[in-house]
């Protein structure tokens, strides 16, 4: 627990160092009439998902950054849970790709094949959630009732300590709680257990069987652990090229779902709905790339 307790607060100051000064600068965007010009500029298109336009700065942050970097933007914003919830899933699909692109080109998938499929579904999902989603869904659990407004430095400074407080000690919580469950899971030997367990259901998604450990482990801690351990397998033989990238394509849209719904539940997000659609965006890419590749192997053999 103590090892876990001090790995989370390094890890929590690692993740502060990069939210804090993002967050500022989108209050001070917010402040000095920013967010609302972005917000005309972008209307057009992101009314299409059922988003205000000045919520493009939390896709566009998604992009380039970790989870907890647009969780931030999104406390500092008043949206309701509606909006929050396409959100979520558009950020959850499309977070931090410089880096999983990067760390998945390393196990032989396309950089550009996987940014552009993550961006692509994340903006379908959106479209589809604002025609399915109830028009009334409440506001998310970090909106009090009241938003308030700052009308000088000063209390913008003091609304932003005020969020950041919570939004530190929320990822200090999840952080924690990850870390001691997977040291848990490895002390115990579980993950290979569960691996043999887990082995219908990946046939379901249309994944090998070889691929269920590293499934898990993609599950639990996300694409940049799961991905050095894929080339580690690939090395030793034990998953080949082709079902490395069935994997990589099931894991960019649906990974770490421990840690990334944990944070968006936080605020309010229904649980079901993010499994729901996470799941069956992913059962769906994967499937869609098998029959590519059996036509693929057709039209070359005739």
Known sequence: MLQAAGKSGRTTFWLLRIILPISLLVRL????????????????????????????????????????????????????????????????????????????????????AMTLLRIAMSIVVGVLLNLILPAEMGMPLFAQGNVVTATSLGTLLMLWLKSLLHIALLILVIVFLLNFLYSMLEAYRLIPKLSRAIEPLLTFFGLPGSTAFLWLIGYIVGLAYGGALMIDQMKEGKVTRSEASLLNHHLAVSHSVLEDNLLFVALGVSLWWILAVRFTIAFAVVWLRRFWLILRSRRITF
């Not at 500029?41 to 919520?55: I, K, Y």
């Not at 566009?60 to 907890?68: A, C, Q």
């Open 29 to 112: 965007f917010d402040y000095f009439g920013a967010l609302a010009w972005l917000a005309g500029f972008l209307d057009p298109l992101f009314v299409n998902m059922g988003l205000p336009g000045s919520t493009a700065i939390v896709f566009i942050t998604s992009i380039f950054l970790p989870l907890y970097a647009p969780l931030a933007i999104i406390t500092s914003l008043p949206i309701t849970l509606r909006e929050l919830t396409i959100l979520a899933l558009m950020c959850q699909i499309s977070h931090n790709l410089p880096v999983e692109s990067a760390i998945q080109a390393k196990t032989g998938t396309s950089f550009w």
